[in-house]
């Protein structure tokens, strides 16, 4: 393993009831963190691709144990999406290496298919800071039921010097969704658009 | 008898593989089990509030038991305990106290017999409170390598009229644990306490 990791932390939410409406199954979701140390902090590094092989075996990792924790096979999570936080020592840029240009390949391995775009977020900040993890539909982004949004948080990372970066997985869509819209049984899953 | 009205569940697991120390050979585990329910006393003043500490009793069973499979499924893995509750606007502090009972019980019955007062906290707050939910060892409270807190919270709850209770175990002590004071090797476990 290439990254340094202090801590791994996992969150499985389930929504059983809504504005006093069962939601039955609930609906679920989860998401797998690690927070690693940052080999880049502290100084102006160029050449940012220890990050992004970071990148890749944290991909496949954290989906693993974010599917492990929803105890579903990985074919049938639904959305999708991930996001990193770096320490006050680091760059933004830091956070883009770690999750563009590797990180997705394994994600969609784990989860069988993946045509759409894994929707993401990133930010620099202090321990305890608050990462909102976006979600959409992991074969066609247009699904509207399942855009959707998870707050994650740890208290004591990430430390100037880490990076904490978080995947996001569900079996589901919102609890009570009815905006419309394109609906997940409408999915052709060719562009991963629609 | 009011019903308990569940509207969401939250599961978080850590792993603790340092602190800056040496890899523990054994990464240390930290499991939260929350759960938002309605609070059926909420919004005006209710004198007998007792019965429903029994009503709770198989709510609290269903998280130990589910923090227990977090940790890996062995009773016997568990060292550390802790519980606490956040009443939303509406409530009172007394409500929170309902909670002391069931949740005690729950995790000692699942432990098969611990013997130590479980730690415990509360507090009123809106959505997004933050609780920090301390942890002492499962048998002797003294047990200084084991003195812990939790950090839990869900940024939607608990609503107005809502409890979010919160059960915490851990399977070891601190990651880098060297202040002292009495060992968990060194418990008499007569009195709970060392």
Same mark, same amino acid.
């Given at each position: 393993m290439?990254?340094?990791?202090?801590?791994?932390a996992?969150?499985?939410?389930?929504?059983c009831n *809504?504005?006093?409406?069962p939601?039955d199954?609930?609906?679920?979701?989860?998401a797998?963190?690690?927070?690693?140390?940052?080999?880049?902090?502290g100084?102006?590094?160029?050449?940012?691709?220890?990050?992004?092989?970071?990148?890749?075996e944290?991909?496949?990792?954290?989906?693993?144990?974010?599917?492990?924790?929803?105890g579903?096979?990985?074919?049938?999570? *639904?959305?999708?999406?991930?996001?990193?936080?770096v320490? *006050?020592?680091g *760059?933004?840029?830091?956070a883009a290496a770690?999750?563009?240009?590797?990180?997705?390949?394994p994600?969609?391995?784990?989860?069988?298919?993946?045509?759409?775009?894994?929707?993401s977020?990133k930010?620099?900040?202090?321990?305890?800071?608050v990462l909102?993890i976006?979600?959409?539909?992991?074969?066609?982004?247009f699904?509207?039921?399942h855009?959707?949004?998870?707050?994650?948080?740890?208290?004591?990372?990430?430390r100037?010097?880490e990076i904490?970066?978080?995947?996001?997985?569900?079996d589901?869509g919102?609890?009570?969704?009815?905006?419309g819209?394109?609906?997940?049984d409408?999915?052709?899953g060719?562009d991963?658009?629609r | 008898?009011?019903?308990v009205?569940?509207?969401?569940?939250?599961?978080?697991?850590e792993?603790?593989?340092?602190e +800056?120390?040496p890899l523990a050979?054994?990464?240390?585990?930290?499991a939260a089990?929350l759960?938002v329910?309605?609070?059926?006393?909420s919004?005006?003043?209710v $004198?007998?509030?007792e019965?429903f500490?029994?009503?709770?009793?198989?709510?609290?069973?269903?998280?130990a038991?589910?923090?227990?499979?977090?940790?890996?499924?062995?009773?016997?893995?568990?060292e550390?305990?802790?519980?606490g509750?956040?009443?939303?606007?509406?409530? $009172?502090?007394?409500?929170?106290?309902?909670?002391?009972v069931?949740g005690g019980?729950?995790?000692?019955?699942v432990l098969? +017999?611990?013997?130590?007062?479980?730690?415990?906290t509360?507090?009123?707050?809106?959505?997004?409170?933050?609780?920090?939910?301390?942890?002492?060892?499962?048998?002797?409270?003294y047990v200084?390598?084991?003195?812990?807190?939790? $950090?839990?919270?869900?940024?939607?709850?608990?609503?107005?009229?809502?409890?979010?209770?919160a059960l915490?175990m851990?399977?070891?002590?601190?990651?880098?644990?060297r202040?002292?004071g009495?060992?968990?090797?060194?418990?008499k476990?007569?009195?709970?306490?060392?």
């Amino acid at each position: 393993m290439k990254a340094r990791i202090r801590k791994l932390a996992t969150f499985v939410e389930e929504t059983c009831n *809504e504005m006093g409406r069962p939601i039955d199954p609930p609906t679920r979701r989860a998401a797998a963190i690690a927070v690693i140390e940052n080999p880049c902090a502290g100084k102006y590094v160029e050449d940012l691709s220890e990050l992004m092989a970071i990148g890749e075996e944290l991909g496949e990792l954290l989906t693993q144990r974010a599917v492990a924790a929803l105890g579903i096979p990985g074919p049938s999570a *639904e959305s999708y999406g991930k996001a990193a936080a770096v320490g *006050e020592n680091g *760059e933004i840029e830091h956070a883009a290496a770690i999750l563009h240009p590797k990180l997705g390949t394994p994600v969609r391995k784990v989860l069988g298919k993946g045509a759409a775009l894994i929707p993401s977020s990133k930010k620099r900040g202090g321990m305890g800071v608050v990462l909102d993890i976006p979600l959409g539909h992991k074969d066609a982004a247009f699904v509207r039921s399942h855009f959707d949004g998870m707050e994650v948080r740890i208290n004591d990372a990430p430390r100037a010097n880490e990076i904490m970066v978080a995947i996001a997985v569900t079996d589901s869509g919102r609890p009570l969704a009815r905006v419309g819209g394109l609906t997940k049984d409408q999915i052709k899953g060719e562009d991963g658009l629609r | 008898m009011p019903e308990v009205r569940v509207r969401k569940k939250l599961i978080t697991v850590e792993e603790i593989l340092h602190e +800056g120390g040496p890899l523990a050979p054994k990464p240390l585990r930290r499991a939260a089990a929350l759960v938002v329910i309605h609070n059926p006393f909420s919004g005006r003043y209710v $004198e007998q509030i007792e019965s429903f500490m029994d009503d709770l009793k198989p709510l609290g069973l269903g998280m130990a038991n589910s923090l227990v499979a977090a940790l890996g499924g062995d009773p016997k893995q568990i060292e550390g305990y802790g519980k606490g509750a956040i009443v939303g606007s509406a409530g $009172e502090i007394e409500h929170g106290a309902l909670w002391h009972v069931p949740g005690g019980y729950a995790m000692r019955e699942v432990l098969g +017999g611990a013997k130590a007062i479980v730690a415990s906290t509360k507090k009123v707050g809106g959505p997004g409170t933050r609780l920090d939910v301390p942890i002492t060892h499962i048998n002797a409270s003294y047990v200084r390598s084991h003195f812990d807190a939790m $950090e839990v919270g869900i940024a939607d709850a608990p609503r107005a009229d809502e409890i979010l209770l919160a059960l915490v175990m851990t399977t070891g002590p601190r990651v880098h644990a060297r202040v002292g004071g009495l060992k968990a090797s060194e418990i008499k476990g007569e009195d709970g306490l060392r």
